[in-house]
């Protein structure tokens, strides 16, 4: 005989605290839901200790899972519960919404029905978002993504150019105080003054864009796209077997038809990687020949390389010599533990000045910082 469907009310508590569980990084499927949706109907909901061990039974497995399962259990449950009498019956039980239950809990009192004051959880996902990895983003978590991207400011380092502007203090500009004192009569009532004008640096990004990236070049794409729409002096480049300016593809405000557009331009998305073949064609027709010179370069890539590791380790020192900064961002290096292993990465580092992750928002707005900051700690 086919077992009973549990109860609607305790599939949607059961979804909705498995969505919370999957949140706090354990993976919880449909059929342990479902276990536990059923313990429910036999259990005494209002009694704590009898839910804990049901959704302890039911939803983990690994000795390592119970600590985030107790956190998750005490912010859906436990706060969910203040106040209220020992012994809740089953229509008492507060549950959010779906739309809220995602994450860190942020408690809010509102009258029940019966018009007292009861304790409600609604979840803010912008926190979790921030230190979760683009690995294990879903599809409408990269919609969030893009949010916290048009929030992120991005500017290019200052650069004191050779042009000079009007200022109060500075270099004297006796053609201006002539054609000042021209307006008195001869006299010269107020001295003119001018400096250089400082204009942002270029800003060069270059994507890796191959299979072993895949993970995370959606959310560095995006990162690209927001760098170019910024208005500042950004170029974007991908890079995998071949290199592609993909600048005209993302300065569309949309952000998902830019992405559209560049993966239409891209045709080595997914594949293999020369990164130093790339580099030298990078070098050899923009770099050199002005885009580089000055400019902050930043490259996201694991350092994964198929090529010769010595064409790459000679065009970063390229690269080096040509700009004012040079800034690797490798995902792999948020891991416990993580060394440069891959020749690639070793080969390019003594030319690197800064190396970040970039497997989360919360690098990213790093990795904006360093951009905007380079002026402070410049080499030249």
């Not at 290096?333 to 190396?355: E, H, I, N, S």
Request: glycine fraction near 8%; aromatic fraction near 6%.
């Amino acid at each position: 005989m086919a077992e009973e469907e549990p109860a609607p009310r305790m599939v949607a508590a059961a979804v909705a605290f498995g969505r919370v569980l999957r949140g706090a990084g354990l993976s919880v499927g449909t059929e342990r839901l479902v276990g536990f949706a059923r313990a429910l109907e036999e259990l005494d909901v209002g009694r704590r200790e009898d839910v804990y061990w049901a959704g302890r039974v039911t939803l983990t497995s690994r000795p390592e899972d119970v600590e985030v399962y107790d956190r998750a259990f005490e912010v859906f449950w436990e706060r969910g519960a203040e106040g209220a009498p020992p012994r809740r019956r089953e229509a008492e039980l507060r549950i959010p919404e779906p739309e809220d239950s995602v994450m860190p809990a942020k408690e809010t009192v509102e009258p029940d029905e019966r018009g007292e004051e009861a304790v409600g959880l609604r979840y803010s996902p912008v926190e979790v978002l921030r230190k979760k990895d683009f690995a294990l983003y879903s599809p409408e978590e990269f919609a969030e993504l893009q949010r916290l991207l048009a929030d992120l400011r991005l500017s290019g380092a200052l650069r004191r150019t050779r042009r000079l502007e009007p200022a109060r203090r500075g270099r004297h500009d006796p053609r201006r105080t002539m054609r000042s004192a021209m307006r008195t009569g001869g006299e010269t009532v107020r001295h003119r003054f001018r400096r250089a004008k400082d204009q942002p640096r270029r800003v060069v990004l270059l994507c890796d864009v191959s299979g072993s990236m895949a993970p995370y070049s959606r959310a560095l794409l995006r990162f690209l796209h927001a760098g170019v729409i910024s208005g500042g002096r950004f170029e974007a480049f991908s890079v995998g077997t071949r290199l592609t300016r993909i600048t005209r593809e993302l300065s569309t405000r949309d952000p998902d038809r830019a992405l559209r557009q560049a993966a239409g331009a891209v045709r080595d998305l997914s594949g293999g990687t020369r990164l130093g073949d790339a580099l030298k064609e990078f070098v050899d027709r923009w770099g050199q020949r002005g885009m580089a010179r000055g400019a902050v370069v930043v490259i996201l890539s694991d350092g994964w390389d198929r090529g010769d590791v010595a064409v790459l380790a000679e065009q970063m020192r390229r690269i080096r010599r040509l700009a004012y900064r040079v800034i690797w961002v490798n995902p792999l290096k948020a891991a416990p533990g993580y060394r440069p292993l891959a020749a690639g990465m070793a080969a390019a580092l003594p030319y690197v000045d800064v190396f970040l992750s970039g497997h989360n928002f919360e690098s990213l707005e790093e990795l904006a910082r360093a951009v905007a900051a380079a002026a402070e700690n410049g080499r030249r």
